[in-house]
């Protein structure tokens, strides 16, 4: 893990919960926008080709477990227990740890993918960094989605939100706010109740910090990266999220 990067509990020592905060079946939807976009953008079809895809920020793997019938995939994250939970649901993918700024595998792909976490980059040299990684690990029209959860003056971030999540040992409670308006990070404040094997339950605080960057700072990061950047539309009040796929395709 690089030095600067915040350690959030929910993805190590909570990763063993995470399909009870997210599971794999709440993905089909995204994994299918996800789906119809990268074949809308390489040169040929499922029909044609398996694609070679690298997604970096796995996480629990949930989206990846809906595409790996089509294509062939390796996946990485900054969390090791994060990569063990996806191993578990992705046996077929190789699974290697690394930061997205800086990763360098001696490996081309067909495609680079960057779901959610992209969310984690918090300022705007991480996503060029992020991006120089994606090119990096393309030739020219090699495909790069990303997809952010917010994008400033897009996605309402309201001062007062909280979401509510239960499953069989933890419930939690999500509360997300924009503490200053005027630079680019909001915080996500998670409170998780485990419930224990003796029947009480624990009470645990985790704050995550997400970037919120205009949509021409994204577009303009990923031109400067080498690629001719664009944008796609899916529907954010099916799958969450922004409700944009920034693209790229290699130059
Ligand atoms: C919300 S989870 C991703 C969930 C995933 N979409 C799924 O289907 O399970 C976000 C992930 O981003 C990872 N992450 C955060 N910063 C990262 C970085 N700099 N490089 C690689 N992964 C990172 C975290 O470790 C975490 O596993």
């Not at 790996?68 to 994060?82: G, H, I, K, Q, Y």
């Not at 077929?92 to 990763?103: A, C, E, K, P």
């Not at 996500?188 to 949509?215: A, M």
Request: with cysteine; hydrophobic share 40%; aromatic share 10%.
């Amino acid at each position: 893990m690089s030095d600067d990067s915040p350690s959030y509990r929910m993805y190590n020592e909570f990763a063993h919960l995470w399909q009870q905060i997210s599971a794999p079946e709440d993905y089909a939807e995204e994994a299918a926008e996800l789906r119809e976009a990268l074949f809308d953008m390489l040169p040929d079809g499922p029909d044609a080709y398996r694609p070679k895809v690298l997604e970096m920020g796995v996480g629990g793997g949930n989206s990846l477990s809906h595409l790996t019938d089509f294509m062939d995939a390796v996946a990485t994250d900054l969390s090791a227990e994060m990569l063990e939970i996806s191993r578990a649901v992705n046996p077929s993918v190789q699974h290697i740890v690394g930061d997205m700024r800086d990763l360098r595998l001696e490996q081309e792909f067909d495609a680079v993918v960057i779901l959610d976490a992209i969310s984690y980059m918090l300022t705007q040299d991480d996503l060029r960094r992020t991006f120089e990684t994606a090119r990096a690990h393309l030739s020219p029209g090699g495909v790069f989605i990303a997809g952010p959860d917010w994008l400033q003056g897009i996605t309402p971030v309201p001062n007062l939100s909280c979401k509510l999540g239960k499953a069989s040992d933890l419930s939690y409670a999500e509360y997300v706010h924009d503490p200053d308006p005027s630079d680019t990070e909001i915080e996500l404040i998670f409170n998780f109740f485990i419930t224990q094997p003796d029947g009480s339950v624990r009470v645990e605080e985790d704050r995550h910090r997400h970037g919120i960057f205009p949509l021409e700072t994204w577009l303009l990061t990923m031109r400067e990266a080498g690629f001719e950047s664009g944008t796609r539309r899916y529907p954010s009040d099916v799958i969450g999220g922004s409700g944009y796929y920034i693209t790229g395709i290699a130059i």
